[in-house]
Structure formats: structure tokens, C-alpha cells
């Protein structure tokens, strides 16, 4: 129905940054709020950021003024630019939308299925 696939994942070193994204495609009639999760080694998954339709944006406290999120709703994506990395951003970063359908019109919640960041020197 709907496919949420991440990407931009990879090895940084400390203080570096990356961009993540997530392209949404599918029977997708309409995106509300889109979010990004991450779930480090031998911890629960915890949300990192969100940001809903029109554009309100909520973040962990972890990451505040060092990540932001935005979206584009002209090709689905949202985007995760993430500054001033620390080794305990390290974890599977994963990508979350609330979306209404066109097959039934109901909304579902659908996960990609993450992309690893490594912060380490």
C-alpha cells in the first residue's frame, strides 16, 4: 500500500553531520505527521523528531538544536538534517508517516525499514 524507504545513513566521524531521507510512494491519498525514530544498540526505539501537516515540528530533547526536520510534500519525503553528531546518535534510524489511503481513505501508520548512522572516530 504505502512504502517508506530511508536513506543517507552511514560512518561519521564526531561533530560531523548527514542528511537522512525517507521517500514515501504508494496509494498515498494524503501524508500527515511524518517522524523519524531510531533505536540505538540495547535501548528502546525513541523518537527523534516530527512534523505534521501544515509544518509543526516536535524533537527530543537529545537532539534539539542540532537536528532538523522538514518535509517536502510535493514528492512525499521527509528529511532529517542532523549537525554536531555524537557518538550516542548511533543507532538504526528509521522513518515513520501517518498516511491516508486511496484504496479505503483510512490512515495507517507505516514504517521503512532504517538506516544505520555511526558516529565514531
Known amino acids: 500500500q504505502v512504502q517508506l524507504v530511508e536513506s543517507g545513513g552511514g560512518l561519521v566521524q564526531p561533530g560531523g553531520s548527514l542528511r537522512l531521507s525517507c521517500a514515501a510512494s504508494g496509494s498515498i491519498f494524503r501524508i500527515y505527521r511524518m517522524g523519524w525514530y531510531r533505536r540505538a544498540p540495547g535501548k528502546e526505539r525513541e523518537l527523534v523528531a516530527s512534523?505534521?501537516?501544515?509544518?509543526?515540528?516536535n524533537y527530543a530533547d537529545s537532539v534539539k538544536d542540532r537536528f532538523t526536520i522538514s518535509r517536502d510534500d510535493d514528492t512525499n519525503n521527509v528529511y532529517l538534517q542532523m549537525y554536531s553528531l555524537k557518538p550516542e546518535d548511533t543507532a538504526v534510524y528509521y522513518c515513520n508517516a501517518d498516511v491516508k489511503i486511496t484504496i479505503d481513505y483510512k490512515t495507517y501508520t507505516y514504517w521503512g525499514r532504517g538506516t544505520q548512522v555511526t558516529i565514531s572516530s
Open positions: 512534523i505534521t501537516d501544515p509544518d509543526r515540528t
